[in-house]
């Protein structure tokens, strides 16, 4: 599957804001928030549709409804700062919660976490706003494929080149949609020009 790459002037605004180590993290999340509802509305633009028989105050219509639940999985702690634009937008979305934690020296990410919900007739957003080495995502992917839901669309707000393609050579069938593309990976194995630590800027650490 392919790359979508959101384009807004709004979203090329605030990932400036994003980018700039000077901006605190009450900004920083609110800007992360209001960057992840225009990944995630992108991420879901697919989501299929059903009929729905309606009265208006004039007069009887048929209308649409969504067809299918989604269910969201934030991976830990980063994942956390795009979650509540999930839930504000899909009220009814079922959480899961994957913690994974890269180590500072080979960059691997470990298992901390995992709790998933019934994923039965859901399709399932898989939310990581940093693609790095792309390590963290493929295995959160793996861990939603186990729950079987009707497909999973990966949401991220700063990808790079090797993230994606770890993600597509491990999962095919995911299609990544991110706010911005980067040009690669530091020695370190963190995004250049990237944002840093994105955890560590929403949270204070
Ligand atoms: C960061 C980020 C991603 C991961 C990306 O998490 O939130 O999950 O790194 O890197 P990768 O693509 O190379 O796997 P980190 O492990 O720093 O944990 P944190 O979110 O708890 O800070
Ligand atoms: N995780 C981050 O938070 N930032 C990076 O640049 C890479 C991994």
Same mark, same amino acid.
């Given at each position: ?36 509802? &225009?990944?995630? %509305? *992108?991420?879901?633009?697919? /989501? ?9 105050? @004039? $007069? ?19 994942? &956390?700062?795009? %979650? *509540?634009?999930?839930?504000? /937008? ?9 913690? @994974? $934690? ?28 940093? /693609? ?74």
């Amino acid at each position: 599957m392919g790359v979508r790459i959101v384009e807004h002037p709004l979203v090329s605004h605030l990932m400036t804001c994003l980018r700039d180590k000077n901006t605190e993290p009450a900004a920083f999340r609110a800007q992360a928030g209001i960057v992840s509802r &225009l990944v995630i %509305l *992108e991420a879901l633009r697919d /989501l299929p549709l059903r009929p729905r028989e309606i009265e208006t105050p @004039l $007069e009887p219509m048929v209308g649409t409804e969504l067809a299918c639940g989604v269910a969201a999985v934030p991976i830990l702690r980063a994942g &956390l700062g795009m %979650l *509540e634009s999930a839930l504000q /937008l899909f009220p009814d979305v079922a959480v899961g919660y994957v913690g @994974l $934690e890269r180590d500072h020296k080979t960059a691997k990410a470990s298992s901390y976490y995992c709790k998933m919900p019934d994923m039965d007739g859901r399709l399932a957003i898989c939310l990581d706003p940093m /693609l790095a080495t792309g390590g963290s995502a493929s295995q959160g992917i793996s861990l939603i494929k186990a729950e079987n839901p009707d497909g999973i669309v990966m949401a991220s707000i700063v990808a790079a080149p090797e993230g994606i393609e770890r993600v597509q050579n491990d999962h095919p069938d995911v299609e990544i949609v991110t706010a911005a593309l980067d040009t690669g990976l530091n020695e370190l194995k963190y995004i250049l020009p990237g944002l840093g630590d994105f955890g560590d800027r929403l949270y204070a650490t």
